[in-house]
């Protein structure tokens, strides 16, 4: 889960509410191939993962379970930016 890129097409809906895709080998990838020039690029693209799940996942009772795990790295992707800056 947010490890890898999904197929958007097996989730109705997902662009729609979502706008835009991330996953967190995506981001490494982007990271590694210097697509970032400013850190604040990857902690969007982090939140992303994060805030995406929240969304799409709240009001679907087969995968709602996703939201807690969801809000959990959220919350700690958040603390550990705050570390940095």
């Known amino acids: 889960m947010f490890l890898n890129p999904f197929d958007v097409s097996h989730t109705p809906g997902y662009l729609d509410i979502c706008g835009r895709v991330m996953d967190l080998s995506t981001l490494s990838h982007n990271l590694e191939n210097g697509r970032y020039s400013k850190r604040i690029e990857v902690y969007d693209d982090c939140n ?37 800056e």
């Open 48 to 84: 992303i993962i994060f805030e995406n799940a929240i969304k799409y996942h709240s009001d679907k009772d087969l995968t709602k379970w996703i939201v807690s795990p969801a809000k959990n790295m959220l919350k700690v992707a958040k603390r550990e930016q705050q570390k940095i």
